[in-house]
Structure formats: C-alpha cells, structure tokens
C-alpha cells in the first residue's frame, strides 16, 4: 500500500526557519516526481514546488522562491522541503504527493505555524 | 502563476448533474492535456477525481467525467449524490514545468 507520511510540522516565528520530511513507502520512490501543495487555513491548494526522480531539476511557485528548497533522498525514500525565512503567508497544511502532472497519493499533511 | 478561475460555488438536488469550470489561459489549461480534478472533504487530504482531463482513476465512480474547450475545463458530476458534498480544485500543467491549481468550489447537496 502506498504510503506518504510528512513529518516537522510545527510553531515558528517569522523570519525562522523549519524542514519538512516525507517518508514514502509502498512504491519505487526513485522512479516518481515528487510535489509538495500546500492549503493555509480556510483557503484552496497552492502548488509549492517539485522534484525530478533523479534530483536534476526543481521547480518552484515564484512566492518561495530563494527561500524554499526541495530535496529527496532515494535511498531513504524521502522528499524534503526546507523553509527559511519564515512569514505569516507561509502559514499552511504542507502536503508531499506523488507525481508531476497529477497526483494521486497524498500524505496527510503537516501544520506549519508562522506566529510571534 | 495566477490561480485558475472556479466558481465559488455550485449547487444541485440529488440525482441532478452540475458541471463546474476551471478557467485558464494558452500557458496552462489551453496549452496542455494535463488537467486534473481533485474531491477534497473536510480536514481530509485532497483526492484525484480526474486526470489527463478525462482520464478517471481506478476505483473513482463513472458519475464522474472531465472535458475540455480552449482554456476552460470542466468537471461534470452526474447522479448528484450526498456524498458528492464537498470542495473541488481543478489542477493543470503550466509553463515552465510549473502547476497551477484552481481557486477552488465547493459544492453543496441540496
């Protein structure tokens, strides 16, 4: 059974930094596009950025960009997505799924809080 | 990267058919066959409903169906159901190896 977990949600003040895990399993991690969406509180999904299965290329939604970096690991079937320089737009559900095109494994999303 | 344009909301009596739209431009909707549909319940993670614009995964209902013209797509739910009550986003491929997702509505079983 395909699983995504994400893990490193948390409370953190603005300007702070903070790294979100993906643990994948039940499926080749290294031969799938890995995507994070995120969903602030009470609003729509919002594509944040994407890997290539072998790391070669990344993509990012403009609003992260130079802030945001996303990463895998394949031999720990692990995506990441570090976050510095933290505000309060940041504040959202961070969800890691499977695919580039359409997704249709989703992990069950983890709280990031950007709040002094 | 602006978001795709969606109703706020659409509404329909059991057993009816409602389609939602999803506005886009030449660089996303218009340009590409990679638009999906996603079912999304409350404090649940989103679901694929539909991808490839037409394309139904395995296990999704046939009530559901995709389709697109020039930059808008469309979802179609026909045998509206209470179960069907909740919020859908359409998603589509942009340029440079980008996604955009669409504002999102939320559909209510009257």
């Known amino acids: 059974e395909v699983q995504l977990v994400e893990s490193g949600g948390d409370l953190v003040q603005p300007g702070g930094s903070l790294r979100l895990s993906c643990a994948a399993s039940?499926?080749?991690?290294?031969?799938?596009?890995m995507t994070w969406v995120r969903q602030a509180p009470g609003k729509g999904l919002e594509w944040v950025a994407n890997?290539?299965?072998?790391?070669?290329?990344?993509y990012y939604v403009d609003s992260v960009k130079g802030r945001f970096t996303i990463s895998r690991d394949n031999a720990k079937n692990s995506l990441y997505l570090q976050m510095n320089s933290l505000g309060a737009d940041d504040t959202a559900v961070y969800y890691c799924?499977?695919?580039?095109?359409?997704?249709?494994?989703w992990g069950q999303g983890a709280l990031v809080t950007v709040t002094s | 990267q602006s978001a795709l344009t969606q109703p706020a909301s659409v509404s329909g009596s059991p057993g009816q058919s409602i389609t939602i739209s999803c506005a886009g431009t030449?660089?996303?909707?218009?340009?590409?066959?990679?638009v999906s549909w996603y079912q999304q319940h409350p404090g649940k993670a989103p679901k694929l409903m539909i991808y490839?614009?037409?394309n139904r995964p395995s296990g999704v209902s046939n009530r559901f169906s995709g389709s697109k013209s020039g930059n808008t797509a469309s979802l179609t739910i026909s045998g509206l159901q209470a179960e069907d009550e909740a919020d859908y986003y359409c998603?589509?491929?942009?340029?440079?190896?980008?996604?955009?997702f669409g504002s999102g509505t939320k559909v209510t079983v009257l």
């Open positions: 998603s589509s491929y942009a340029s440079s190896s980008t996604e955009v």
């Open positions: 799924a499977r695919g580039r095109y359409s997704h249709t494994w």
């Open positions: 490839g614009v037409n």
């Open positions: 030449s660089s996303d909707v218009g340009g590409y066959n990679y």
């Open positions: 890997i290539k299965e072998d790391r070669s290329e990344t």
């Open positions: 039940g499926f080749t991690f290294s031969t799938y596009w």
